[in-house]
């Protein structure tokens, strides 16, 4: 197929490419690299080995939008393209409606005008709100979102299912990303996060290159088994394929379909840093803090309905994920 990718050249958007591309199938761009670099997209091609035109179009760009579909008739829409940080999202709360909301209604309207009728959304672990007990299966109820992030999350997930009530021409996957982290094995391409990172894999890696003094490590006086937060980490890789595989239920004409991607395997922030040090032998210095507000002790997914009707199951482990997070941050202290 011929894959429209919106934030293609974005952290996961790009390890997408590459097993899109493995898969058979073919890639246009469309990213407006406010929160990526262009070097992210050649490096994809050096991967490949196949050539991916990148246009610099944001998503609230009709004209843009159009001439790129004009040029390349597509046959599906991966749609990455979005603003992510969840603190960002609090101070900017508009900017995050009018980039995530308004730029996800105006791709619809020029994916319709062209005649695509078939998307893969990136949703959020985040629309669960605060879950009440995990595994968290996809019939758990959507929940209270903590932040305006998850807010235009959780409401893209809404338009595009009333968009497929409307008119059941259009198939819809939704899919419910847990705690994407690692970079791809070749240490070409990885996360790449501006400034101060939010999240806790970047940041360890920072540390461990040098950049940063020491992980704050936000609390450890959860409910847990060593009182820090247990979240479902999955391999970047992992989670690209799942999108490989989401096109194919496309292809069955699944309608609306909604799956969480995780491994189903819950990790704390300790063990996480303690397995970073043992397979890369190096030192991550860390303090406890306070807990951050709107964290959740615990969060990890059942990811059984997308093995069951995608036939896809997290292959690599958190051992891998260290490896290979540390692979491309010692590469590329610098980013792209
Ligand atoms: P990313 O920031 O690396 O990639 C997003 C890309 O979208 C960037 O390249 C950015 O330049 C581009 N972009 C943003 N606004 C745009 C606009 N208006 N027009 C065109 N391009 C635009 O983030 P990522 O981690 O690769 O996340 C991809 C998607 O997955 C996002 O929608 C994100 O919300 C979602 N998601 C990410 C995580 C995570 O932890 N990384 C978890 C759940 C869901
Ligand atoms: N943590 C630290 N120190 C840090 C960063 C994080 O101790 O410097 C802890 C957090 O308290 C939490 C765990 O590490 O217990 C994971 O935190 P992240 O910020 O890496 O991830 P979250 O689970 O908070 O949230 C991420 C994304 C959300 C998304 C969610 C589910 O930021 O947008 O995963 O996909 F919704």
Redesign the pocket.
């Known amino acids: 197929m011929k894959i429209l990718v919106t934030g293609g050249a974005g952290y996961i958007g790009s390890h997408t490419i590459v097993e899109l591309i493995k898969a058979g199938h073919s890639v246009i761009i469309t990213d407006n690299l406010c929160n990526s670099h262009k070097n992210a997209v050649a490096r994809v091609e050096q991967i490949t080995g196949t050539s991916v035109p990148l246009y610099a179009a944001d998503i609230r760009d009709s004209a843009a939008l159009s001439r790129v579909l004009d040029e390349h008739p597509a046959d599906a829409c991966i749609h990455f393209a979005g603003l ?3 603190g960002e999202s609090n101070s900017h709360p508009c900017e995050y409606y009018d980039n995530n909301i308004s730029g996800t209604l105006n791709l619809i309207s020029v994916l319709r005008a062209h005649n695509v009728k078939n998307i893969i959304f990136s949703s ?3 629309v669960y709100g605060i879950p009440e007990k995990s595994p968290v299966t996809e019939d758990c109820p959507k929940g209270i979102c903590t932040n305006p ?2 807010w235009t ?1 959780w409401m893209a997930e809404q338009i595009l299912t009333d968009l497929h009530n409307a008119d059941p021409s259009w198939n819809i996957v939704l899919l ?5 982290i690692g970079a791809h094995p070749s240490g070409l391409i990885g996360e790449n996060p501006n400034g101060i ?5 970047p ?1 360890i890696t920072q540390v461990a290159v040098g950049k940063r003094e020491c ?5 450890n006086d959860y409910d847990t088994p060593d009182g ?4 479902d980490y999955i391999h970047v890789v992992d989670l690209a394929r799942g999108h490989v595989k989401a096109l194919e239920a496309i292809k069955r004409n699944c309608g609306v379909a909604l799956y969480n991607l995780g491994t189903g395997k819950g990790c704390s ?1 300790l063990e ?1 840093v303690k397995t970073f040090e043992a397979v890369n032998h190096v030192h991550i210095p860390y303090v406890i ?1 306070p ?2 507000a ?2 959740v002790a615990v ?1 990890y997914s059942d990811p059984g309905k997308a093995e069951r009707e995608l036939g896809w199951k997290a292959e690599y482990g958190i051992e891998e994920m260290c490896r290979d997070s540390w692979n491309w941050q010692k590469n590329n202290p610098q980013g792209y």
């Open positions: 992510k940080s969840v959020s672990a985040t992030y998850g999350k419910r990303y847990f705690n994407p990172p939010n999240n806790l894999m940041y992980l704050h490590i936000f609390g820090t937060g247990v979240r922030v996480l803090e807990r951050r709107g964290d969060c």
